[in-house]
T-cell receptor, first 113, second 115 residues
Framework: DAKTTQPNSMESNEEEPVHLPCNHS???????IHWYRQLPSQGPEYVIH???SNVNNRMASLAIAEDRKSSTLILHRATLRDAAVYYC??????????????FGEGTQLTVNP | KAGVTQTPRYLIKTRGQQVTLSCSPI?????VSWYQQTPGQGLQFLFE???????NKGNFPGRFSGRQFSNSRSEMNVSTLELGDSALYLC??????????????FGPGTRLLVL
């Protein structure tokens, strides 16, 4: 799997937007970009995924650079509940990887009241 | 729908013992994957089961094994426990539509402490 690089930690204030960056310079043309997060004392949970175009869902937005070498997860209004470790994960073909997720170290997001 | 459930939630064992952890996937999900999470190594993939067959395996010694039953429930077993096996063991399930976009749903994990 291609490698991703994320900052170890980021801090935000409640009700402000948060932009979590991820670099993936070796991404291949068919790799999907997935984001998961892990709240304290819980298993990871899916946030969003995309291939080329920007994506929005009820949790967040994903902005993908035109060359796909980086992406940004955007939380539009951070809440205390968004404090978690955020993982940016690249997934290649299902035939080779199946359901496997390769987690990096992720970004620890702290949200201040 | 009920989420992924894992039992037990907490477990204490001693070195040399063996342990069996259980995972019940979301109803209708046919794939179950297991992960180990430690402070030093982070989240690491152990193996994946689909239709009672191991489909994918991570880089762990043979002491770690698993199986899947016809109802998709899965168990993982660790034999001859070592101190380094202390970790949070997470189970994830998915529908397995054969698409890489497929979402993995994680359980709360089983925290194993080896003394």
């Amino acid at each position: 799997d291609a490698k991703t690089t994320q900052p170890n930690s980021m801090e935000s204030n409640e009700e402000e937007p948060v932009h979590l960056p991820c670099n993936h310079s070796t991404i291949s043309g068919t790799d999907y970009i997935h984001w998961y997060r892990q709240l304290p004392s819980q298993g990871p949970e899916y946030v969003i995924h995309g291939l080329t175009s920007n994506v929005n869902n009820r949790m967040a937005s994903l902005a993908i650079a035109e060359d796909r070498k980086s992406s940004t997860l955007i939380l539009h209004r951070a809440t205390l509940r968004d404090a978690a470790v955020y993982y940016c994960i690249l997934r290649d073909s299902w035939e080779t990887s199946g359901s496997r997720l390769t987690f990096g170290e992720g970004t620890q997001l702290t949200v201040n009241p | 729908k009920a989420g992924v459930t894992q039992t037990p939630r907490y477990l204490i064992k001693t070195r040399g013992q063996q342990v069996t952890l259980s995972c019940s996937p979301i109803s209708g999900h046919r794939s179950v994957s297991w992960y180990q999470q430690t402070p030093g190594q982070g989240l690491q993939f152990l193996f994946e089961y689909f239709s009672e067959t191991q489909r994918n395996k991570g880089n762990f010694p043979g002491r770690f094994s698993g199986r899947q039953f016809s109802n998709s429930r899965s168990e993982m077993n660790v034999s001859t426990l070592e101190l380094g096996d202390s970790a949070l063991y997470l189970c994830a399930s998915s529908v397995t539509s054969g698409k890489i976009q497929e979402t993995q749903y994680f359980g709360p994990g089983t925290r194993l402490l080896v003394l």
